[in-house]
């Protein structure tokens, strides 16, 4: 870890009681609208090389997140290891790093992998570097989290780094929370075990 991260990471918990009500949003599918194109038939690169199909997200509940590696926001992904550890069984959590917010984000896909395994020990699938913002060139999973014409109801886009969006078993995405959201919070935990 550099000096900048360690700094970020004791800073962390401190930041956290200053943002209690700060990008603390939650947004909720409270319709249940089912999405007008199928999530299942999404496809991404996974950071490594090989495609993700998300046709073998089915099944399972998935975490979609936008990270960063020098974030006030980076200690999450020690949180979302936890949960990812904790509920596997159910739940998929998908990383997808992006340099949208304040150039926070390495500048290879080699570099982040090696930092999300160095510093977190990630499990989960980290995806390949890409835009998450709506702006030309975002990535095609974005797209359709961001866009009610193809997820049915929502067009919230990432506030900054560590925003997160959440799809149930069948596709449909029922939740966005704000970075400030942790994804060990009774909000997250909540979603996972009733939706």
Not at 35 to 54: A, K, Q, V, Y
Not at 98 to 107: I, K, L, P, V
Not at 115 to 135: A, D, L, Q, T
């Amino acid at each position: 870890m550099t000096i900048k991260q360690k700094l970020l990471k004791s800073v962390y918990p401190i930041f956290r009681v200053f943002t209690k009500k700060k990008e603390k949003e939650i947004l909720l599918n409270l319709k249940m609208k089912m999405p007008l194109s199928s999530f299942f038939n999404l496809t991404f690169c996974i950071n490594g090389g090989s495609d993700l199909h998300f046709e073998y997200l089915r099944g399972k509940k998935t975490l979609i997140v936008n990270t960063a590696s020098d974030c006030i926001y980076t200690p999450q992904y020690a949180e979302l290891e936890k949960l990812y550890q904790q509920h596997k069984d159910k739940l998929t959590i998908l990383a997808f790093p992006s340099n949208d917010f304040g150039g926070q984000e390495r500048a290879d896909d080699n570099t982040i992998a090696e930092f999300c395994e160095k510093n977190f020990n990630i499990n989960f699938p980290v995806m390949k570097k890409s835009i998450v913002s709506k702006e030309i060139g975002q990535n095609e999973v974005y797209e359709w989290l961001t866009d009610a014409e193809l997820n049915g109801w929502n067009e919230h886009v990432p506030q900054w780094n560590f925003s997160k969006y959440l799809v149930d078993e069948e596709g449909v995405l029922t939740h966005y929370f704000d970075p400030g959201v942790s994804p060990l919070s009774n909000e997250i935990l909540e979603a996972i075990e009733l939706v």
